[in-house]
């Protein structure tokens, strides 16, 4: 009856470490979100939760490019651009084919205005 079964205290240090982990877990888990909306609303620039608004005379990026397929919308004025997330490139040409991009990701050789933008003559793309 006097001996110690050297299992116990294994027993004993998980069963602690396990609650230890379940009270500071909330913590961890509220900081997390917390530094994910700042970091969210910090790449969504200006007009925050409106998303990232971008100059639309901005040349060689992928939010002014006739081939991103991400959601983005041109104000009246068509000086502006909000967009509200990622993107895939769609321009067979460009070593991001295919593959999701940001808005402001560039500068890129491969770039064709976006028609939305008057686009459709000026073009980047670099003769091989």
């Known amino acids: 009856m006097n001996q110690v079964n050297p299992h116990r205290r294994a027993f004993i240090a998980k069963t602690f470490g396990g609650i230890a982990g379940a009270i500071m877990l909330p913590s961890v888990i509220r900081t997390a979100v917390a530094?994910?909306?700042?970091?969210?609303?910090?790449?969504?620039g200006r007009g925050g939760n409106d998303g990232y608004i971008m100059d639309s005379s901005v040349k060689r990026h992928c939010a002014t490019c006739e081939f991103w397929g991400g959601?983005?919308?041109v104000s009246e004025d068509g000086k502006t651009l909000t967009i509200t997330g990622l993107g895939w490139c769609n321009n067979p040409a460009s070593p991001n084919y295919q593959k999701m991009t940001s808005p402001d990701h560039g500068p890129m050789d491969t770039w064709r205005k976006w028609?939305?933008?008057?686009?459709?003559?000026?073009?980047t793309v670099v003769p091989k």
Do not use: K
């Open 115 to 123: 028609r939305v933008l008057g686009g459709g003559s000026e073009s």
């Open 35 to 44: 530094v994910a909306e700042e970091s969210h609303e910090t790449m969504l």
């Open 71 to 73: 959601p983005r919308l």
